[in-house]
């Protein structure tokens, strides 16, 4: 079992910046591929980033990029989203996500959500002037 919990989330102006963090807890955290998906009222959920076992692999969705930086502390069963010129439309309920750091997930299919096992429970993120 793994437990997530987001942390960060909050009201910021269009342009502006936030860092989300996802705290883990119970099996090594270095052997999970995580992610961070977004779901917006209405819509589905969506990928945003991934980052492999030992960081090695990073993927973003097409938003993303450019914008975002994923990272993780393994030592401190940490990751991370640094959000940045964040617009209205990434309004949402961020999550966080633990799955088995396969070669096949972290290549292939790190955008599909039934890949991964754990989920924390969502941070707000609200972009609006």
């Not at 807890?25 to 492999?52: C, D, H, L, N």
């Not at 989203?81 to 439309?89: F, I, V």
Request: glycine letters at 12%; charged letters at 15%.
């Amino acid at each position: 079992q793994v437990q997530l919990v987001e942390s960060g989330g909050g009201l910021v102006q269009p342009g502006g910046s936030l860092r989300l963090s996802c705290a883990a807890s119970g099996r090594p955290f270095s052997t999970y591929i995580m992610g961070w998906f977004r779901q917006a009222p209405g819509k589905e959920r969506e990928f945003v980033a991934s980052i492999s076992g030992n960081g090695g692999r990073i993927s973003y969705a097409d938003s993303a990029k450019g914008r975002f930086t994923i990272s993780r502390d393994n030592a401190e069963n940490t990751m991370y989203l640094q959000m940045n010129s964040l617009k209205p439309e990434y309004t949402a309920v961020y999550c966080c996500a633990a799955g088995p750091d396969t070669y096949l997930t972290r290549t292939y299919y790190y955008f599909q959500p039934g890949r991964y096992d754990y989920w924390g429970q969502g941070t707000q993120v609200t972009v609006s002037s």
